[in-house]
């Protein structure tokens, strides 16, 4: 690999003395990608083409923000009517009122709509809303999610130790970050997830102090965890009961499952919902949704949330483009993600099977990860931290460079299919993995 990657080698060394790490994000860096990041020149569709003009099958889409995949025709169209028309005002604009009025008619639980800069923007903003619009200060987060790099929320996102966890019942809170105060997770409750008698336990335990509950749909920073049957729907049922709100963290997964998000697909009707990553199909963008009555309380005077570019002409132009390519004739699309994504998961398993690897695929439509385990499943962070191999992961990870596929080396992330994927991509994607499976 070192010998395909000259030009990428040099690169590293440039921007390690002008950059921390040499990188702009801790997730790129030299701590995951030995022996250093593939530097990208370009993308086109579902592959990515480094410096060195090596192709790479993209199954990792920027941190699963290009659902459309890259450079697609509409999307640079989009770009060039914004740039004629001025790229930002920080004014009204009718833009942005028609992609509100669309966001209102495809999320069920979108009333009133406020658009922010990223999914971590999102996310900030909506537990602060809870918090104001309930007048109560502590939430619940689940071990393992990951909700931006908001100080309330950098506890148990990453995984450690099995024996530092502490109890179930009583986790041991870990920060994430150096540089945060006792003070900034003191109302943060953490709970294990898919297990609702914790949280019925939570919620008596602090009764009448908690303002929401945040959870994603599908746990997926440690890889893809999905929901036991039933369990979103008893969430959604215990804090109706108890007078909190359900904030669902779609920035993963919504405009992704169904046009709706996952809580289309779960059916499920949270209070205050927050979208990013896959909504602006690679632009950065975020959003709140809610309730009316909630999301009223970001007028002047109440719940504080500015920005100078929330909803700039670009964002909208994009984000408009966006739900149109993915909802037109009858969501094709999101059906196409779904038939490539579950005709790649089909692919791994058998290869697993046959290869007689200790290891499962988890994952349904455009979402999936591989794990190295002699577990049946993961269903929780804890299971993830004692029973799955990470280490080979990244191993069969870089193998798959090798040949080709572009994928997170990290096992707690996972990876995506996008509309420019083929079934030439599929079939390069299984024999790459089968390759890079024998040579481990």
């Not at 309930?134 to 987060?141: A, N």
């Amino acid at each position: 690999m070192i010998s395909k990657t000259e030009k990428s080698q040099k690169l590293y060394e440039r921007a390690r003395r002008v950059l921390v790490e040499g990188v702009n994000s801790p997730s790129r860096g030299g701590e995951f990608y030995k022996p250093g990041p593939i530097f990208i020149d370009h993308g086109q569709g579902g592959k990515v083409y480094d410096v060195d003009g090596n192709a790479y099958i993209d199954l990792m889409l920027g941190f699963s923000a290009l659902v459309l995949g890259h450079a697609h025709p509409e999307i640079i169209a989009a770009l060039e009517r914004a740039g004629n028309k001025g790229t930002h005002y920080a004014a009204a604009a009718e833009i942005e009122v028609k992609v509100a009025e669309r966001m209102c008619e495809l999320i069920p639980s979108a009333e009133k709509v406020r658009f922010a800069n990223s999914g971590t923007e999102a996310t900030m903003a909506a537990i602060r809303l809870a918090r104001g619009y309930t007048g109560r200060k502590k939430f619940i987060k689940f071990e393992g999610q990951y909700h931006g790099w908001y100080d309330a929320f950098l506890v148990n996102c990453h995984a450690r130790p099995a024996y530092t966890l502490g109890t179930r019942k009583d986790p041991v809170s870990i920060p994430d970050s150096s540089g945060l105060t006792s003070a900034s997770l003191a109302d943060t409750i953490m709970a294990p997830w898919n297990d609702i008698d914790i949280v019925e336990e939570k919620i008596r335990q602090y009764k009448g102090q908690i303002a929401a509950v945040i959870t994603e749909p599908i746990m997926s920073n440690i890889g893809f965890i999905p929901p036991r049957p039933g369990y979103l729907k008893d969430l959604r049922q215990i804090t109706s009961e108890n007078d909190i709100l359900l904030i669902m963290d779609e920035v993963v997964t919504g405009f992704r499952y169904a046009p709706g998000g996952c809580q289309e697909y779960f059916d499920i009707l949270p209070d205050i919902s927050t979208f990013g990553k896959a909504m602006g199909a690679g632009i950065p963008i975020g959003a709140v949704v809610g309730k009316d009555d909630i999301m009223q309380a970001f007028s002047w005077g109440q719940v504080l949330h500015y920005g100078t570019f929330n909803a700039t002409r670009l964002a909208m132009e994009i984000v408009d483009t966006n739900i149109d390519v993915l909802t037109r004739d009858g969501n094709a699309g999101i059906q196409h993600l779904h038939a490539i994504g579950d005709t790649l998961i089909a692919g791994l398993k058998e290869i697993f099977e046959r290869r007689g690897v200790p290891g499962i695929v988890q994952g349904f439509g455009p979402m999936f990860q591989l794990y190295f385990t002699q577990k049946e499943s993961i269903e929780d962070f804890r299971d993830y931290c004692s029973e799955v191999d990470t280490d080979k992961y990244s191993r069969f990870a870089h193998e798959l460079f090798k040949r080709g596929v572009y994928s997170t080396v990290s096992n707690g992330l996972h990876s995506i299919a996008c509309m420019a994927h083929t079934d030439e991509d599929v079939a390069g994607v299984l024999n790459a993995a089968d390759d890079a499976l024998a040579s481990l």
